[in-house]
């Protein structure tokens, strides 16, 4: 969208042919794990009560703050709507 603050953070939608990546908290706790043994990630939080199940992470090197949630598209759909209105109603980018 272009839309962003200095405080943003990087959202990530992992989205795969249906039956690839499995429903429910086992592909956050998976990822969650592999990332921790990694060491590349200085903060990481898995949030599997809201909404929108995530993983919250900190990259270690960048200090970039992420959002990483599996097969939902809810983010992709917003984000497309949020940028058609603002090709539609220029005036509103400002205000956003």
């Known amino acids: 969208?272009?839309?962003c603050l200095p405080c943003s953070d990087l959202d990530?939608?992992?989205l795969g042919p249906v039956g690839l990546i499995?429903?429910?908290?086992?592909?956050l706790r998976r990822f969650a794990e592999e990332?921790?043994?990694?060491g590349l990630v200085s903060q990481?939080?898995?949030?599997?009560?809201a909404k929108v199940p995530i993983v919250k992470l900190v990259h270690a090197r960048t200090s970039i703050s992420c959002d990483v949630s599996f097969n939902v598209?809810?983010?992709?759909?917003?984000?497309?709507?949020?940028?058609?209105?603002?090709e539609l109603?220029?005036?509103?980018?400002?205000?956003?």
């Open 73 to 86: 598209e809810d983010g992709l759909v917003t984000g497309h709507w949020m940028r058609r209105h603002l």
């Open 12 to 14: 990530v939608a992992c």
């Open 44 to 49: 990481l939080e898995v949030v599997e009560s």
């Open 35 to 38: 990332l921790r043994v990694s």
């Open 89 to 96: 109603h220029p005036p509103l980018r400002p205000l956003l």
């Open 22 to 27: 499995e429903p429910g908290p086992w592909p």
């Open 1 to 3: 969208t272009g839309l």
